[in-house]
């Protein structure tokens, strides 16, 4: 069965609660999952309602696990909230060795550090986040399955018509970003091929939910009247909710060596015409600037969609939750994804 969602989201509350709710197939998950769950790096976007779905689903199954989130929790309130729900916390920092150490063997690891803005000027931390402490992990916890989060920034820009990257096609990342996410990768896929340890390496691109994403940087500048840029004029997108469900299933694709796997939307959308779509519905003339380029990035999810099968929010649910969002001045993060980017310098 497939969840219900409301016409409009009234709140964060309710924001949170659909992010949340995990799919029956996530539920499954959880009955037959040997072990505990941690999450490295829980307090980022996406973490909190991941560790909230296993949680919610651990209850639905009616199987007992510890759900563990470790972050440096620089905002207190997510270690608060995440503490309210029934999940475990650990704070520190995953750059220290010792701390990496010092956590506990849990047999279901899901990564989610890593940093990409501020990549210009400050080079060493980025490859230290997302290239050195995965070198760590994987080794300390090389008895245990890991889905660790990539990003499709590692693929070259394809032809729009393409039908985007498969997870077969080589690796060509432009700029140090993208550049020391596959390293990131490397560092896994050496663990794994080492230690024989079960990997799952999700190439994500992009998860978007009201308060931030792809959809809500051209919401924002329709209702702020500002220039739509179209020269970087397509991409894929995917409701959170359903990108966590589809990493949590991942637990269950590992291998070694390491699985590669796409998780984005199944079709291409067009900026031009999502930004006329927000345009009409928030009431707003849209100035567009650019000549749309015959290459954006692009990843195809036919693998993901074989294996897991279909997300299940589409594109104009999306739109049209985040226009009455949007312009019903609700609070975003504020953290833009840059996504018309094409030098790689975020």
């Known amino acids: ?88 916390t650990i704070a520190g920092d995953l750059v220290n060795q010792d701390f990496i150490k010092s956590l506990p063997d849990v047999e279901n690891v899901i990564y989610l550090a890593g940093t990409k803005f501020g990549t210009q000027g400050n080079e060493s931390y980025t490859w230290v986040m997302n290239s050195f ?23 070259p820009l394809v032809d729009i018509d393409s039908g985007g990257s498969v997870e077969s096609d080589p690796a060509l990342p432009v700029g140090e970003y993208a550049q020391s996410c596959l390293g990131r990768e490397r560092l896994f896929q050496y663990g794994s091929l080492e230690n024989k340890t079960p990997i799952s390496l999700i190439r994500l691109n992009y998860a978007v939910e009201m308060r931030y994403g792809v959809l809500v940087d051209i919401a924002l500048k329709v209702k702020n009247n500002e220039p739509v840029d179209v020269t970087m004029g397509y991409a894929n997108v995917i409701w959170q909710g359903d990108a966590n469900a589809f990493i949590l299933q991942s637990l269950l694709m590992c291998e070694s060596p390491a ?41 195809n ?38 996504f018309e980017v094409k030098d790689g310098k975020y």
């Open 259 to 299: 699985k590669i796997l796409n998780i984005t939307g199944l079709e291409t959308i067009s900026v031009k015409n999502v930004a006329i779509k927000f345009g009409k519905l928030m009431g707003k003339e849209v100035v567009i600037t650019g000549k749309e380029d015959r290459e954006a990035l692009l990843s």
């Open 133 to 155: 402490i995965p070198g760590l992990v994987v080794e300390q916890f090389k008895k245990s399955r890991i889905v660790a989060l990539s990003t499709g920034c590692v693929y």
């Open 1 to 88: 069965m497939k969840k219900t969602y409301p016409e409009i989201f009234k709140n964060e509350e309710e924001l949170e609660e659909a992010i949340s709710r995990p799919t029956p197939e996530v539920v499954k998950l959880m009955e037959g999952l040997k072990g505990d769950i941690i999450f490295l790096g829980v307090s980022g976007k996406m973490g909190i309602s991941m560790a909230h779905m296993a949680k919610r689903a651990c209850d639905l199954a009616g199987v007992k696990k510890r759900i563990i989130g470790v972050s440096r929790f620089s905002q207190a309130t997510n270690k608060d909230y995440l503490e309210s729900l029934g999940i475990e």
């Open 301 to 338: 999810a036919t693998q993901m969609e074989k294996e897991m099968g279909d997300p299940e929010v589409s594109v104009d649910s999306m739109i049209k939750w985040i226009a009455d969002w949007v312009d019903s001045e609700h609070r975003v993060h504020g953290k833009p994804t840059h």
